[in-house]
Structure formats: C-alpha cells, structure tokens
C-alpha cells in the first residue's frame, strides 16, 4: 500500500520560507511517475502548485514559479516543497499526491495546515 | 493560467441523476484528453473519481462516468447515494505545461 506523510512547520512568518516535506512509504519514488503538491485555502478550491518527475524535471504553477521549489531525495524516499516569500495568501492546508498519468493523482497524503502569521 | 469554471452547485435527490460540468478553453480542457475528477470530502484527502476523461481508476464505482466536448468536461452521476455529497473538482493539463483545478461544485443529495 503506497501511503504519503507531509510534515512541516505549521506556522511560517510573513517574508519567511515555507518548507514541507513528503514522506513516501510503499513505494520507490525513483522508480516511476511524476510527486505533486497541491493546496487549498481556507475556504477556497483546490490549488495545484508543481509536480516533480522521478527523474527530477520540475512543473510549476506559472503564477507561482519564482517562489516555488519542488526537489526530490531518493535516498530518503521522499520530495519536498519550498515556497519563498510567503503571504498570509499563502496560508492553507498542503497536500501531497502521487501523479500516475498526466495530471491523475491517485494518492494523497492527508494535508498538513500551514498558517503564514507573525 | 485561470481556473476552469465549474457550478458553485448541484443538487439532486437519491437515485436521481447529475451532471457536473468543467469548462476551460483550447488550451486546457479543449486542446488535451487529461481532464480528472476529484472527489473531496472535507478534512478528508481528494479522490480520484475520473482521470483521461473518462477512465475510472480502480474500485471507483460506474456510477461515476467521465465525458469532453469541444472545452468543457462533464462529470455524471447516476443513482445518486447520500455518500456521494461532496465537493468534486476538475483537472486538466494545459498548454503551459502545468495543471489547473476548476473552482469546484458543492454536491447536495437532498
């Protein structure tokens, strides 16, 4: 069974970096398909952000590219998400997701709250 | 890069039929065959109900069907069960090289 844990600070200061990691169990990431990451505002819908292929080439959200950083380590069989700069917009609950086939994610991690405040 | 435009919601009673619609341009949902269903509950993780427009992932019951014409997806729901009220939101590739969701529809089973 291919489970994803993302952890990370729960609350970033305005200005700061916000980094979420995700943990993959069940699975080699190095192995095949394409790790995303994928928010939802408190209230809002769903937000894609940037996918990671397993052999390392990276897909951002255009609006979102200059912030954004998605890498892998296979040593540790997980992916990461950095986002620069962040704004009280950038508070929402982060998910992670394995994306089998062009945009179709079939596993999720089940969400970590990030809070930008001071 | 907008987000596809989807009814804020739907409603139907048990065993009733509904049909969600997603709708972008030729550069998403018009231009490519990767449009994806999600289904949400909320506190709960997204899942995948639908994905190539109309394939349905394994386990995901055939009362979920997928469908595309010209730019706007559909999604439909046949015999509609209280388990299904939830929030559903598509997906597709676009021609920048990235995903966009729709807005999303709050599903209501009276």
């Known amino acids: 069974q291919v489970l994803l844990q993302e952890s990370g600070p729960g609350l970033v200061k305005p200005s700061e970096t916000l980094s979420l990691t995700c943990i993959v169990s069940g699975y080699s990431i190095s192995s095949a398909y394409y790790w995303g990451w994928i928010r939802q505002p408190p209230g809002k819908g769903l937000e894609w952000i940037g996918s990671?292929?397993?052999?390392?080439?990276?897909y951002y959200k255009p609006s979102l590219k200059s912030r954004v950083t998605i890498s892998v380590d296979t040593s540790k069989n997980q992916f990461s998400l950095k986002v620069t700069s962040v704004t009280a917009a950038d508070t929402a609950v982060y998910y992670c997701?394995?994306?089998?086939?062009?945009?179709?994610?079939?596993?999720w991690g089940k969400g970590t709250t990030v809070t930008v405040s001071s | 890069q907008s987000a596809l435009t989807q009814p804020a919601s739907v409603s139907g009673s048990p065993e009733q039929s509904i049909t969600i619609s997603c709708t972008g341009t030729s550069s998403d949902v018009g231009g490519y065959n990767y449009v994806s269903w999600y289904q949400h509950h909320p506190g709960k993780a997204p899942k995948l109900m639908i994905y190539?427009?109309?394939k349905r992932p394994s386990g995901v019951s055939d009362r979920f069907s997928g469908s595309k014409s010209g730019n706007t997806a559909s999604l439909t729901i046949s015999g509609l069960q209280a388990e299904d009220e939830a929030d559903y939101y598509c997906s597709s590739y676009t021609s920048s090289s990235s995903w966009v969701f729709g807005g999303g529809t709050k599903l209501t089973v009276l």
């Open positions: 990671i292929q397993h052999g390392g080439s990276t």
């Open positions: 190539d427009v109309t």
């Open positions: 997701a394995r994306d089998f086939k062009w945009g179709s994610m079939d596993v």
